[in-house]
C-alpha cells in the first residue's frame, strides 16, 4: 500500500515578493496552529512564477474578492489637473 502524503495546509500570515528579471518570487508565510505564534511556528514557501502568471494570479484574487483591479489611469492630481 502507498504511503499517504501528510496535507499541505494552514492559515496565510503574510507574504512577500520580490522580482528577479522576468520572474517574480512570492514568499507565503502560513502557520498550522492558532495564536500566540512562534518563529518557529511559520513556515515560509516561495513559488517561482513569470510575469504572466503573476498577472493571472493577481486578477484571480481580485475577482474573488469581489473587487475590481486598480484603476491605472488615475496617477495622481497633477495627472487629473493637467491631463
Do not use: C
Amino acid at each position: 500500500m502507498a504511503k499517504s502524503r501528510p496535507e499541505d495546509y494552514g492559515a496565510l500570515v503574510g507574504w512577500t515578493s520580490t522580482r528577479t528579471g522576468e520572474s517574480v518570487a512570492l514568499h507565503l508565510q502560513s502557520v498550522t496552529k492558532p495564536p500566540p505564534h512562534t518563529k518557529d511556528d511559520i513556515q515560509t514557501q516561495i513559488y517561482l512564477m513569470d510575469r504572466n502568471q503573476a498577472m493571472q494570479l493577481a486578477n484571480f484574487l481580485f475577482e474573488m474578492g469581489g473587487t475590481s483591479t486598480p484603476d491605472r489611469s488615475d496617477r495622481g492630481w497633477l495627472k487629473r489637473m493637467f491631463g
